[in-house]
């Protein structure tokens, strides 16, 4: 078992480096700012996405996509909705990969520095699976409000797959690319779904184990996006 989960990370490092290396030749960067935002990107295939389906946030519930991704649609008013699925090692035990699913919108500011804000409504929330945190940790449902700074973002043409934007994090790490799916946001109404509730233990989710054997498959964190 060990050895299969050492194979499995180092199988998803040597894709991740591939993948990389596929994705580092975009044909064309707009240069920063000129380009509008505005749009609805996913990364991968799709799996992920912003809009109707993905996430409920009057009852805090998320139909859970077969792999982890990342969504945003932007609008040029300065509204964002985002979707994203990630997997992160639990850090002690390579047997142990959480997984955090979220959701949120609100207004974004492209600040003058050229990085980008994130102010999400207190409707955000996120559900995190941790079969190896104690037992009130291992699965619960929290509101998720917290601003988020993307030191840079980029806007590209891509040889082979269109229209692509990229996020870049507060510490500069970048996020999956993503591929312009409509040039139109696809989006939930655009206005405060539902009062923030806390933090809930969920019972309705089946085992928070399915979180590790799923991502054990899965080559990358961010899947196999
Ligand atoms: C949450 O709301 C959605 C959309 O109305 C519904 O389809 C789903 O069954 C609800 N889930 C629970 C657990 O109530
Ligand atoms: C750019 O501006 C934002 C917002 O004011 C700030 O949070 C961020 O740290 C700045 N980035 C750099 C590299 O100075
Ligand atoms: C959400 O964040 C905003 C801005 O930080 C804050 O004013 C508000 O009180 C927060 N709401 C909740 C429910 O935490």
């Not at 030749?25 to 992920?48: I, Q």
């Not at 990342?70 to 990969?97: H, M, Q, T």
């Not at 797959?161 to 591929?179: N, V």
Request: hydrophobic share 30%; with cysteine.
């Amino acid at each position: 078992m060990l050895v299969l989960t050492l194979f499995t990370v180092l199988a998803a490092l040597a894709a991740d480096k591939k993948l990389v290396a596929a994705q580092s030749h975009p044909d064309t960067f707009y240069p920063h700012n000129t380009s509008s935002l505005e749009g609805f990107w996913a990364s991968g295939r799709g799996d992920v996405r912003t809009g109707d389906g993905f996430a409920n946030p009057i009852n805090r519930t998320f139909n859970y996509p077969p792999n982890a991704g990342l969504s945003v649609s932007f609008d040029n008013s300065g509204w964002f909705e985002l979707s994203r699925y990630r997997y992160l090692p639990n850090g002690k035990d390579p047997n142990c990969i959480k997984g955090i699913i979220g959701w949120m919108h609100g207004t974004y500011e492209i600040n003058s520095n050229g990085s980008l804000t994130m102010y999400p409504l207190e409707d955000g929330f996120q559900q995190v699976q941790d079969p190896c945190a104690g037992k009130s940790f291992q699965n619960f449902i929290e509101t998720y409000n917290t601003s988020e700074v993307y030191q840079k973002w980029q806007i590209y043409e891509d040889s082979s797959a269109g229209t692509m934007a990229r996020l870049y994090q507060y510490d500069s790490s970048p996020l999956p690319p993503m591929k312009r799916l409509s040039e139109t946001p696809n989006m939930l109404p655009r206005q405060k779904l539902a009062n923030a509730t806390g933090t809930t233990n969920d019972n309705t989710t089946s085992d928070a184990t399915t979180v590790t054997r799923r991502s054990l498959f899965s080559l990358l964190l961010w899947g196999s996006n």
